[in-house]
Nanobody, 127 residues
Framework: QVQLVESGGGLVQAGGSLRLSCAAS????????MGWFRQAPGKEREFVAA????????YHADSVKGRFTISRDNAKNTVNLQMNSLKPEDTAVYYC????????????????????WGQGTQVTVSS
């Protein structure tokens, strides 16, 4: 399995930006596909963004498209989520996830596709 640790969450005003990072360790040689999910209080976990292990393919949920950007640095075993133009409805705990068996160009949008999860980082957007 891959161990994941998120960082970069915090409190920001609407319209502001945050950059989340996810540091991976363990079976990183397995070249995992990565994803970000979020869960707001009283709501189900939802997909935010995903990136293939070669970094060449990304996919963003419609709710964040044009505002959030997922990227990765395989040399540093990190995945980032740049979040711009934040809205109060973006408030949630954000989770990083890894799928250790993945094709080079595949992205995965369902939580069940992933086998490792981080502990989450809180993002709060005030109006």
């Amino acid at each position: 399995q891959v161990q994941l640790v998120e960082s970069g969450g915090g409190l920001v005003q609407a319209g502001g930006s945050l950059r989340l990072s996810c540091a991976a360790s363990g079976r990183t040689f397995s070249r995992p596909a990565m994803g970000w999910f979020r869960q707001a209080p009283g709501k189900e976990r939802e997909f935010v963004a995903a990136i293939s292990w070669n970094g060449g393919n990304t996919y963003h949920a419609d709710s964040v498209k044009g505002r959030f950007t997922i990227s990765r640095d395989n040399a540093k075993n990190t995945v980032n989520l740049q979040m711009n133009s934040l809205k109060p409805e973006d408030t949630a705990v954000y989770y990083c996830a890894a799928r250790t068996s993945a094709n080079a160009w595949s992205v995965y949008t369902k939580g069940g596709h992933y086998d490792s999860w981080g502990q989450g980082t809180q993002v709060t957007v005030s109006s």
